[in-house]
């Protein structure tokens, strides 16, 4: 049999790779070529004001809850589903963790005169409580989408209303008022690590532990164990998946739930870094994580997608509302770049895989 | 070699099955089974019911009525894994591979090597293992692809193809079930496929061909079953029949006995 069918592949074999490999190998790159001519426009015009390690401290900061959001969204994405609901289970998940920190603190007498003598129980308890809502709405999402055989799209979108307005019911519609101000200033704004460099005053505090963490983590969770090898597959091809053996559905159920739980971190996170639950914010943070991920190179269509990648792209939103503020531009101009950003990533990123691609 | 064949105990066996989809009667008291060491084509026109057949003996559709047999035994497998876990391997038609992982994950898929220990308790995948094995048994099987690490995105549809066979093959002890897996193959491609019909039946292991390629067909058949809307209406030995009567059969332009020379041991 051989020397036909050795030499057909041989054919394809030396015909596709290397200009293949070199398509691949400088569009998986685009993303942070991308991120690089933004951080180098910026600096051509403010300079080190905006290269500063400060700032760029305070960009790893800032970009904290959207890389945990974005890295939950991945994983969903890869699947070939869509979580739209993350915001607003970030949203319940913080007015759930403020409520329970300040019931756990003290008497309601003592919490209104500001006292918080059993913050010490109240904070990691409300913390944790956050974290649990959002693991719960999570699960949730993946029952109903595998059970009701809906698409996740739909289920999110309704469960993107009932976590909001649960949020909203639970907080009277606004910030919750007498969380524990220690939340933030012991745990958001713990300096673990601080350091004075050239005068700059560089810190490391738990919102940059929990996201990178999260993400080296997730990282190496998708990549080099089962649990990420069944999510890639799923969204390859779930019917092949199914007949694998693997059990798709209570892998997309502990798909979705990591996305809930994600979102619960990041609602935690709210309370650390802000020191109040806020319902006003966050809602579009559903759209800005995924946008990060697809800019990252996940594929809507599922199967395709990297923890590294997503990061990359969950920083060129923070990096771009922080360079037009150093700069004094209207922020607004933010969306319009993010928006241009969005398509410019995808539409390159569906180059490659057509040239890549042989289906 | 057919005539020691037919005296052996058949592996897998359906007797009188009946499967319905809605107003379809796609299955009529479907009688079939095969032997260690043959390969049986299963033939038809379109919609003839041989995706159906191979759908209700490896779990994938539950059937209305009848029996199956497995190593003598009456079974009713829940699902394509349970088949898969008694020795049956199955090439499905609309090719169940992913085809954004490699070559090794696909095979490996579902049954993963993990690590030792800890981290394998965790889930971590043993890559160089399921790697090694890989080459092995492609390189045993005289299965091509071009690297065994590259997605099957980027190989071509024959190769593919190679890797969906070489993973039935690899994992089958009992019965490798193959629905029209030469379809979309060139001739070098196709030769392959024939060449790990023929390798696998000489392990002793049967093989269910499903192929609308004639001259395939007697290449490699030891006993031809034809479908024609849901019934059993011939069965041919490819020695003494010729494509002409194959083709009667399948289109009903010609008449047969239905011989089911295997029923009864
Ligand atoms: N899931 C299903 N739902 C309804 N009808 C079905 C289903 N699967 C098969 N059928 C019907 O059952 C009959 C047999 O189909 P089947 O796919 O088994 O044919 P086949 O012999 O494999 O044909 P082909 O050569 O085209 O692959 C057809 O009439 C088909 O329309
Ligand atoms: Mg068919």
Redesign the pocket.
């Known amino acids: 049999m051989s020397s036909a069918s050795e030499a057909y592949d041989e054919a394809v074999t030396e015909a596709l790779p290397a200009r293949q490999r070199m398509l691949s190998r400088v569009s998986q790159s685009f993303t942070p070529i991308i991120l690089l001519i933004i951080v180098l426009i910026f600096f051509a015009f403010e300079g080190t004001k905006f290269l500063s390690l400060r700032n760029l401290n305070e960009i790893a900061i800032d970009s904290s809850q959207l890389v945990v959001l974005t890295v939950g969204t991945t994983f969903v994405i890869i699947t070939a589903g869509i979580d739209l609901s993350i915001g607003s289970v970030l949203i319940l998940s913080s007015v759930v963790a403020a409520k329970v920190m300040i019931a756990l603190s003290g008497t309601p007498e003592q919490i209104a005169a500001f006292e918080f003598p059993n913050q010490h129980i109240g904070i990691p308890v409300g913390l944790a409580a956050g974290v649990v809502t959002g693991l719960i709405c999570g699960v949730i999402n993946g029952l109903l989408t595998t059970r009701l055989q809906m698409p996740s799209f739909i289920v999110t979108l309704g469960m993107l209303g009932i976590a909001l307005g649960l949020g909203q019911l639970l907080s009277g519609g606004t910030s919750v008022p007498n969380v524990p101000p220690a939340v933030q200033v012991d745990v958001g704004l713990k300096e673990l690590v601080a350091v004075d460099i050239a005068g700059q005053h560089l810190r490391i505090t738990p919102p940059i532990v929990i996201a990178y963490g999260i993400a080296l983590i997730a990282a190496i969770v998708l990549n080099r164990t089962r649990f990420g090898r069944y999510t890639y597959a799923i969204g390859s091809n779930a019917a092949a998946s199914r007949r694998a053996g693997i059990d798709v559905d209570l892998h997309l159920v502990k798909v979705f739930g990591l996305s809930g739980l994600l979102a619960g971190v990041a609602g935690a996170m709210d309370l650390m870094r802000f020191g109040t639950a806020s319902v006003g914010s966050h809602q579009a943070d559903n759209l800005a994580a995924i946008s990060a991920s697809v800019i990252g190179g996940t594929s809507l269509f599922g199967g395709i997608g990297t923890i590294g990648g997503a990061v990359v792209g969950a920083f060129i939103p923070t990096v771009l509302r922080n360079g037009l503020v150093i700069a004094s531009v209207p922020p607004f101009w933010q969306n319009v770049a993010i928006g241009a950003v969005l398509i410019l990533a995808v539409y390159l990123d569906q180059r490659r895989r057509k040239a890549e691609e042989r289906m | 070699m057919v005539s020691t064949v037919a005296t052996r105990a058949p592996v897998l066996e359906a007797r009188n099955i009946n499967k319905h989809?809605?107003p379809?009667h796609?299955l009529k008291d479907v009688n079939l089974s095969v032997r260690p060491g043959e390969v049986l084509a299963l033939i038809?026109?379109?919609?003839?019911?041989?995706?159906?057949?191979i759908?209700v003996l490896t779990g994938v559709?539950p059937f209305d009525s009848g029996e199956i047999i497995f190593d003598g035994q009456p079974v009713r497998f829940s699902s394509p894994q349970d088949a898969r876990e008694h020795g049956i391997e199955t090439v499905y038609?609309d090719l169940a591979v992913a085809p954004h992982l490699d070559a090794v994950a696909n095979i490996f898929l579902g049954r993963e090597h993990r690590t030792g220990g800890l981290p394998g308790a965790l889930g971590f995948l043993d890559n160089d293992r399921m790697r090694k094995e890989t080459d092995e048994q492609l390189a045993r099987l005289r299965v091509r692809v071009p690297d065994i690490e590259r997605r099957l995105v980027t190989l071509s549809g024959g190769q593919r193809q190679g890797v969906a066979v070489a993973r039935a093959v690899m994992w089958a002890s009992k019965v490798v079930i193959m629905?029209?897996p030469t379809a979309a193959l060139g001739v070098a491609q196709t030769a392959m496929v024939l060449d790990l019909v023929t390798q696998v039946r000489d392990t002793g292991i049967p093989v269910i061909f499903?192929s609308?390629n004639m001259p395939n067909v007697f290449q490699v058949a030891d006993r031809i079953v034809v479908?024609r809307l849901?019934e059993v209406v011939a069965e041919l030995d490819p020695k003494t029949a010729s494509i002409e009567d194959a083709v009667g059969a399948m289109t009903g332009s010609m008449r047969f006995a239905r011989g089911e020379a295997n029923q009864g041991e």
């Open positions: 989809f809605g379809v796609a038809g026109d379109n919609g003839a019911g041989k995706s159906t057949l759908n559709l038609q629905d029209e499903i609308h479908l849901g």
